[in-house]
């Protein structure tokens, strides 16, 4: 088989599984709409992360190997690794921005229910997962782009937490009085 077959094999195998998680995430997302009238931002992101994977793998057909290509061709588990490392890091970028850890203008900012004056409980997690939005449009824009970002670019959500873990291990808590 020669490297256009391929080529054209890989592309007919990552539009069928963009659209196969496409469909899976949308009946996901109708049912939990229709049951619980809400949107998770974490089922969004994670899908955002996953459209990102494939797309990167569509960028770089050309310029990978012929052993890549033919390993990535005869595998439908490589095909789908890197999209699912994609919507994982969605995720790990989401918990760092309701954290704060990445803020300012580039970022999106989100709003969080309160926790009860007892503390945290069961339900308060609940809510948390199911009330937490982003504030405004640009800031839903803003997380949609990050979340595919964070799988398209697949260095990128790493290197943040190199860099988070970087700075609080030179971060020094004061000594106790």
């Known amino acids: 088989m020669d490297r256009i077959d391929n080529i054209h094999r890989l592309t007919r195998r990552l539009i069928i599984m963009t659209v196969v998680s496409i469909l899976f995430v949308a009946v996901f997302f109708g049912i ?3 049951f619980n ?3 998770m931002m974490t089922w ?6 996953i459209i990102g994977g494939f797309v990167s793998i569509q960028q770089r057909i050309k310029s990978v190997s ?3 290509l033919e390993l990535l061709t005869k595998s439908w588990f490589q095909i789908l690794l890197i999209p699912i490392f994609g919507g994982i890091f969605s995720l790990v970028l989401y ?3 309701l954290a704060g850890i990445l803020s300012g203008d580039l970022f999106p900012k989100f709003y969080m229910p309160k926790p009860p004056e007892s503390g945290p409980s069961a339900q308060y997690m609940i809510e948390l997962f199911t009330n937490t939005y982003p504030n405004a449009g640009q800031d839903l824009a803003k997380f949609l782009f990050w979340s595919f970002v964070a799988g ?3 260095r ?3 290197q943040v937490i190199s860099n988070v873990t970087s700075n609080a291990a030179g971060h020094k808590d004061p000594p106790d009085p």
Do not use: H, K, M, N
């Open 66 to 68: 012929d052993e890549e």
């Open 152 to 154: 398209f670019s697949e």
């Open 44 to 49: 969004v992101g994670f899908v955002c992360g």
């Open 95 to 97: 918990c760092v921005f």
């Open 32 to 34: 939990s709409y229709r």
């Open 156 to 158: 990128f959500v790493p």
């Open 37 to 39: 009238q809400r949107l």
